[in-house]
């Protein structure tokens, strides 16, 4: 069977819970039909199979992701022990510092967000569970990416770094050199590089039984980011990512 062949099912599917979840409202099946360019009557029966098996939800007179789907979903993290492993050493820092804690993979050029611990007092994040954000420009990302050898980097990082904030680092060189630092000292690192007023700090943890290169962050505001909190917290989220690579990092 040639490697390039999909069952056109299973990619309309997709492409239905692909709008579904991009979505912040239920999407009626005009919509969905002009987004996935797919004949109504095909629609119509997808919608029936996914709604059957609660991939997909009908409210009023739309579809939202469904409640079985996300019961799959969380059984992503469950495979390589890192939801309770996360957990565990994000309390403790939370506890301690009073800082929200994140953990992400990389996916090709993007650092993917799987959990996030939230601390006591709010923080405005970009760091919604499945979003993703250019591993150049995060400090997760750059964790990340920092663990990659040169010749994984030059497939890996697109020919043009984008740029998500006026301050998000778009020279290769200049990256390139920022990552030699984050492999010297462990520890990365963004300065508003994806959102004005936060400042985030990142620990590469390793990679899982599965293959997955995993790393934890915390983001700062501006107006908490004096020396001695700022070294408690980088010192914070190195030791929790310890902890965390103790449990699930492959030997």
């Given at each position: 069977?040639?490697?390039?062949?999909?069952?056109?099912?299973?990619?309309?599917?997709?492409?239905?819970?692909?709008?579904?979840?991009?979505?912040?409202?239920?999407?009626?099946?005009?919509?969905?039909?002009?987004?996935?360019?797919?004949?109504?009557?095909?629609?119509?029966?997808?919608?029936?199979?996914?709604?059957?098996?609660?991939?997909?939800?009908?409210?009023?007179?739309?579809?939202?992701?469904?409640?079985?789907?996300?019961?799959?979903?969380?059984?992503?993290?469950?495979?390589?022990?890192?939801?309770?492993?996360?957990?565990?050493?994000?309390?403790?820092?939370?506890?301690?510092?009073?800082?929200?804690?994140?953990?992400?993979?990389?996916?090709?050029?993007?650092?993917?967000?799987?959990?996030?611990?939230?601390?006591?007092?709010?923080?405005?994040?970009?760091?919604?569970?499945?979003?993703?954000?250019?591993?150049?420009?995060?400090?997760?990302?750059?964790?990340?990416?920092?663990?990659l050898e040169d010749g994984e980097l030059d497939q890996v990082l697109p020919a043009r770094l984008a740029a998500v904030t006026e301050r998000t680092c778009t020279d290769r060189a200049a990256l390139l050199r920022e990552l030699e630092e984050v492999r010297r000292t462990g520890l990365a690192r963004d300065q508003e590089e994806v959102a004005a007023g936060l400042h985030c700090h990142a620990a590469y943890v390793g990679r899982t039984?599965?293959?997955?290169?995993?790393?934890?962050?915390?983001?700062?505001?501006?107006?908490?980011?004096?020396?001695?909190?700022?070294?408690?917290?980088?010192?914070?989220?190195?030791?929790?990512?310890?902890?965390?690579?103790?449990?699930?990092?492959?030997?």
């Open positions: 069977m040639p490697t390039d062949y999909e069952v056109p099912a299973l990619r309309r599917a997709h492409e239905i819970l692909r709008v579904l979840a991009a979505a912040h409202a239920p999407v009626r099946p005009q919509q969905l039909a002009e987004a996935c360019g797919m004949p109504r009557s095909s629609l119509y029966l997808l919608l029936d199979s996914l709604a059957q098996r609660r991939w997909i939800e009908k409210v009023r007179d739309g579809y939202v992701v469904g409640l079985e789907l996300m019961t799959l979903g969380a059984a992503y993290l469950r495979q390589d022990n890192l939801e309770p492993a996360f957990r565990h050493a994000a309390a403790l820092f939370v506890e301690r510092h009073n800082e929200v804690m994140q953990l992400a993979m990389l996916d090709g050029a993007d650092a993917v967000y799987l959990a996030r611990e939230d601390a006591r007092r709010p923080v405005r994040l970009v760091s919604e569970i499945g979003s993703r954000l250019p591993a150049h420009a995060c400090a997760l990302g750059k964790a990340l990416l920092s663990s039984p599965q293959g997955r290169r995993i790393a934890i962050s915390s983001s700062v505001p501006t107006d908490r980011h004096d020396a001695a909190h700022l070294q408690a917290v980088r010192t914070g989220v190195a030791q929790a990512a310890r902890q965390i690579a103790a449990r699930v990092v492959a030997t």
